[in-house]
């Protein structure tokens, strides 16, 4: 005769300490918030991920350069001017000032991690306007194409799962 005998005690106790750990998942959030932020960041350095966004409109540079300074981007012969090609050397995508990039936070509750930005043109290029719709120019007005930069990558979910793991079988988050 075999006689098979669980005692289940053990399980049930890992059940219970997880649950516990659940109830308030704050430093396991603050991980995750850093870990998105730092995806957001490197969005910007990568001018979007997974897909390139956009190139600037040779306008949008002149404006940037010109746009309340006494300044000229193009000499009377239609050249650039050599302080337009250093403006324009090297600039990336959505970085003109660094406000937006710099004010990318992450924030942690007990449930739930949030990145935000409080900049007021954030939503302009997360989500893009059609023409007729947005900035107005000497010359009308300017549509700005989606520059989605809040976004998770595929490559981050793992990372995310790993903390989670980690902090609800009672590993340190």
């Given at each position: 005769?075999?006689?098979?005998?669980?005692?289940?005690?053990?399980?049930?106790?890992?059940?219970?300490?997880?649950?516990?750990?659940?109830?308030?998942?704050?430093?396991?959030?603050?991980?995750?918030?850093?870990?998105?932020?730092?995806?957001?960041?490197?969005?910007?350095?990568?001018?979007?991920?997974?897909?390139?966004?956009?190139?600037?409109k040779m306008i949008s540079?002149?404006?940037?350069?010109?746009?309340?300074?006494?300044?000229?981007?193009?000499?009377?012969?239609?050249?650039?001017t050599a302080g337009f090609?250093?403006?324009?050397?090297?600039?990336?995508?959505?970085?003109?000032?660094?406000?937006?990039?710099?004010?990318?936070?992450?924030?942690?509750?007990?449930?739930?991690?949030?990145?935000?930005t409080n900049v007021e043109?954030?939503?302009?290029?997360?989500?893009?306007?059609?023409?007729?719709?947005?900035?107005?120019?000497?010359?009308?007005?300017?549509?700005?194409?989606?520059?989605?930069?809040?976004?998770?990558?595929?490559?981050?979910?793992?990372?995310?799962?790993?903390?989670?793991?980690?902090?609800?079988?009672?590993?340190?988050?």
């Amino acid at each position: 005769e075999l006689e098979i005998k669980l005692d289940d005690e053990q399980v049930k106790n890992n059940i219970k300490q997880i649950e516990e750990r659940a109830k308030n998942m704050t430093p396991v959030m603050k991980i995750i918030g850093q870990i998105v932020r730092t995806s957001v960041v490197d969005n910007f350095a990568a001018g979007g991920r997974p897909e390139k966004w956009q190139p600037l409109k040779m306008i949008s540079y002149v404006l940037g350069y010109t746009m309340g300074k006494k300044r000229q981007a193009y000499t009377k012969k239609g050249v650039q001017t050599a302080g337009f090609q250093r403006y324009t050397a090297g600039k990336k995508i959505l970085i003109t000032s660094g406000r937006l990039l710099g004010s990318i936070n992450a924030k942690a509750y007990t449930d739930k991690a949030t990145v935000e930005t409080n900049v007021e043109y954030a939503a302009r290029h997360q989500f893009g306007i059609g023409s007729g719709a947005n900035i107005k120019s000497k010359r009308g007005f300017v549509a700005t194409p989606a520059r989605p930069f809040l976004m998770v990558q595929t490559q981050d979910w793992e990372e995310i799962n790993n903390a989670l793991v980690k902090f609800l079988i009672g590993g340190n988050a």
